[in-house]
């Protein structure tokens, strides 16, 4: 018993040193976190490398600016209007980090191999999922509802689950 509840200790104790990080060190090792990623996936070379990273950081809190924080309204539109207004305003967001996207491609290619050019913004997509699995498609930890297992709702996911 006192093992477990030593155990229990430490592990609150940790997760409470880690509640209580700030913000930007988070920010900072998911960014170096996606840095190796581009790197492996990439095969990017020294040089490569060091021309890269400035230029993704540059392009990554573009991005970050341009879509801010996901707004969710605290409770369902009351209106038409309002559902509209919202969705206008996070189909503006999209767009903003389109134009940005846009802006940066040739930037990316004038450091990139053309292979290397095609896959960036795809495995960006794909760190992107992965982080939205971990937390769980709306940021608030694994969803374990009904449709959150990537089927329809309703629908049992595999028999070994």
């Known amino acids: 018993m006192k093992r477990f509840l030593l155990t229990i200790l430490i592990s609150l ?3 409470s040193a880690f509640a209580q990080e700030p913000e930007a060190s988070v920010n900072e090792r998911y960014f170096e976190a996606k840095i190796r990623e581009f ?3 990439l095969r990017l070379t020294d040089e490569q490398k060091a021309q890269f990273v ?3 950081k540059r392009y990554n809190d573009e991005m970050r600016a341009s879509l801010g924080e996901p707004e969710r309204p605290a409770a369902p539109p009351a209106t038409a209007e309002d559902a509209a207004a919202w969705e206008k305003k996070r189909i503006k967001n999209q767009q903003a980090a389109l134009d940005i996207r846009l802006k940066y491609v040739d930037e990316f ?12 913004f795809h495995i960006e997509g794909q760190i992107l999922q992965k982080q939205m699995n971990r937390k769980g498609k709306h940021g608030h930890g694994p ?9 329809a709702p309703g629908k049992p996911g595999p028999k070994n689950q």
């Open 143 to 151: 969803c374990q509802g009904p449709g959150h297992n990537g089927k």
């Open 109 to 120: 290619a004038a450091v990139l191999e053309p292979n290397q050019l095609l896959r960036l």
């Open 13 to 15: 104790t940790a997760f």
């Open 54 to 56: 400035p230029l993704y």
């Open 39 to 41: 790197v492996y996936q």
